[in-house]
């Protein structure tokens, strides 16, 4: 999938996922091994409250791509804020 596609994949229906997708797609995801990349291309399918409910540490995926990939993303998110 092309940047621009993904920028508008990761424009979700709440703030909160916008302003946590946005800024790894940009920052990180072109660091990404290719395995990772699909990773987060097949995250952008996943339903905004699932979503929400990951990055807020309120449930884990269950499919371990998927967990890896969101421990990765809050993983960055760390490391810029500290």
């Not at 699909?38 to 399918?45: A, E, I, P």
């Amino acid at each position: 999938m092309d940047i621009k596609r993904l920028k508008w994949a990761t424009r979700r229906g709440m703030l909160e996922l916008d302003l946590i997708l946005l800024p790894f797609l940009e920052n990180h995801y072109e660091s990404l091994e290719e395995e990772n990349k699909l990773r987060f291309q097949q995250l952008l399918d996943c339903q905004d409250p699932e979503l929400f409910d990951w990055f807020m540490g309120k449930s884990i995926p269950e499919d371990p791509d998927h967990k890896f990939i969101v421990k990765y993303i809050l993983d960055c998110i760390r490391e810029t804020t500290d």
